[in-house]
């Protein structure tokens, strides 16, 4: 009985051991492992009592804040927080993780794909509440536009699934885009091209056309822009009712700014439509493309209809899609 004993105990300690090593080798292996986060979120790793103050407050307002030229109030990412004891586990597969801590030494450093793949780990720790804060502060707008473009990405990916031919879209402007297999080609003109997909109440929209180098000027830009689409709305875009037409909301001013798509100087502008003698209307968000080697402007817009649902990811997928532009040579 003594041997079998001591066997047991042997058998106990060997598998105990064996079990350690596995479950180490299999937390080193396992990352980067692919990243299976929902859209537009960020685990926020924190305790309680930092979250529920004013470092907590501070991240809110600078990650939660709304989403610019929507019609009702939406975070520009959704937040799960988790106090740092719960760090490991089914928090660390998020693309875009903002790790905060109190510590003797102030510390901000973005690591790509330390946990999962793709990823942003943010690190930010400092002595004090408003160190961290301040750090908060100064690199806000850089861990914004990091966590945007690796979802975009994302999104992108998501599309390489199922794609939509777009040998039409090549052949008359001359560019490629990722659509998803869901859009269809609902209308083709000489200079304008509409696809459309269907979903629960509503539908989603990308159109493309052209206009002259010189349609839009430096000064009167977000006029000029208003002004085409809405003569793009009258001649092309209806609601089934008689007289009616897509125009641009005048209750509430554009979001304009500038950026660059495709290597070229681009006009980005965010509002709400609305269907003239009628009562659909939805948030677009348009570009306004200077191809100079071409000598128009391409316009890519991307508009939604979905009264019963919310809006940002629905146009977050529609600038995935414009973004992912490539103006052929």
Not at 87 to 98: H, K
Not at 120 to 138: F, P, Y
């Amino acid at each position: 009985m003594g041997f079998i004993s001591i066997m047991n105990k042997t058998l106990f300690l060997w598998l105990f051991v064996a079990c350690i090593a596995s479950s180490c080798s299999f937390k080193k292996d396992k990352f980067p492992d692919d990243s299976s986060a929902a859209i537009n979120t960020i685990a926020v790793i924190i305790d309680d009592q930092l979250w529920n103050g004013e470092v907590g407050d501070s991240i809110r307002n600078k990650f939660a804040s709304p989403v610019l030229g929507l019609p009702q109030e939406e975070p520009l990412f959704t937040i799960n927080q988790y106090p740092v004891k719960l760090f490991e586990g089914f928090s660390t597969d998020s693309r875009n993780i903002i790790i905060v801590k109190k510590d003797n030494e102030n510390k901000f450093e973005i690591k790509e794909n330390e946990f999962a793949s793709p990823q942003n780990a943010v690190h930010i720790s400092g002595g004090s509440t408003a160190e961290i804060i301040q750090i908060l502060e100064e690199n806000a707008l850089d861990i914004i536009q990091k966590m945007r473009n690796i979802e975009i990405a994302q999104n992108q990916k998501i599309f390489k699934d199922s794609l939509l031919d777009t040998k039409k879209i090549q052949k008359k402007f001359n560019i490629d885009l990722l659509i998803p297999s869901k859009y269809e080609y609902v209308m083709r003109r000489k200079n304008f091209i509409w696809l459309k997909s269907e979903i629960t109440s509503g539908n989603t929209s990308v159109i493309i056309y052209q206009i002259p180098w010189n349609g839009i000027r430096s000064n009167t830009a977000v006029n000029d822009i208003v002004k085409t689409r809405d003569s793009i709305g009258r001649k092309y875009i209806h609601g089934s009712a008689y007289n009616t037409r897509m125009v641009t909301e005048e209750a509430y001013s554009p979001y304009f700014s500038k950026t660059t798509l495709a290597g070229r100087k681009t006009y980005e502008t965010k509002g709400t439509w609305q269907m003239k003698n009628d009562f659909m209307s939805g948030p677009f968000i348009n570009y306004a493309i200077f191809d100079k080697e071409h000598k128009r402007i391409l316009v890519l817009e991307g508009f939604c209809y979905a009264p019963s649902k919310e809006k940002r990811d629905l146009m977050f997928e529609l600038e995935s899609i414009i973004k992912s532009i490539q103006i052929k040579k």
